[in-house]
């Protein structure tokens, strides 16, 4: 079968730096997704990886690797405001996205 | 503003009732998603389309139907509501045909309570 896993809490404090781990097992592999979602809204887009490496966008990086299926979530200077939940998505060889149960991420002062 | 609407926001619903939740989109994305999305759970797909006038069926299609007679309206239809059909449902929209990442956007939701 197909399957994200990813913690499901995590507890940082303002201004330091959080990584959150997703790793998956997938039938084939079209790019791996980081979407935020807060408290009663919608998800929306984050960062997209298909090849491995590192991809900065800000204060938000994500990593990826395909050999050991695995990426992570970089957030450096934490806010307040990035108290949220992180889902990891992985396009699979059908082009159908696959979803993480999400990270919830909790930012103390 | 362009995006995707959903209506209603929220609604409480008696069991055994039809109901149907609206989407529309003014992007001309081709693609169009519903998901439900349950406490603990991941994003699980209800019903694709692809284009206007093609559906298909995702990982939860049971109790729901879904038409796309056009490119901007996607409307999800539980013909006869169950108490496990209770959740927080999302419609979103990707532009395929740019092919780029296939990134999702998302309705704002419709929190659906079925008693």
């Known amino acids: 079968g197909q399957n994200i896993d990813q913690p499901t809490e995590m507890t940082a404090t303002e201004g330091a730096i959080v990584q959150i781990n997703c790793t998956y097992q997938?039938?084939?592999?079209?790019?791996l997704f980081w979407y935020q979602q807060h408290a009663g809204e919608a998800p929306t887009f984050l960062s997209y990886n298909v090849l491995d490496g590192l991809e900065e966008k800000g204060r938000f990086s994500s990593f990826l690797s395909r050999s050991k299926g695995y990426s992570y979530l970089l957030l450096k200077e934490l806010q307040m405001k990035d108290s949220a939940s992180y889902l990891c998505?992985?396009?699979?060889?059908?082009?159908?996205?696959?979803w993480g149960a999400g990270t919830k991420l909790i930012i103390k002062p | 503003i362009a995006g995707i609407t959903q209506a209603p926001t929220s609604q409480i619903l008696a069991a055994g009732r039809r109901m149907t939740l609206r989407c529309t989109q003014d992007m001309r994305h081709n693609a169009m998603y519903w998901y439900r999305q349950d406490l603990g759970l991941g994003l699980r797909l209800i019903h694709y389309?692809?284009?206007?006038?093609?559906?298909g069926k995702g990982e939860v299609p049971d109790g729901y139907s879904v038409s796309r007679a056009n490119t901007d309206d996607f409307p999800l239809t539980l013909a006869s509501a169950v108490p496990s059909q209770t959740s927080v449902y999302f419609c979103?929209?990707?532009?395929?045909?740019?092919?780029?990442?296939?990134?999702?956007?998302f309705g704002e939701g419709s929190r659906l309570t079925v008693l």
């Open positions: 389309s692809n284009t206007a006038g093609t559906t």
């Open positions: 997938t039938s084939g592999f079209n790019g």
């Open positions: 979103a929209s990707s532009d395929v045909e740019q092919g780029a990442t296939g990134e999702l956007f």
């Open positions: 998505a992985v396009m699979d060889s059908n082009y159908q996205l696959i």
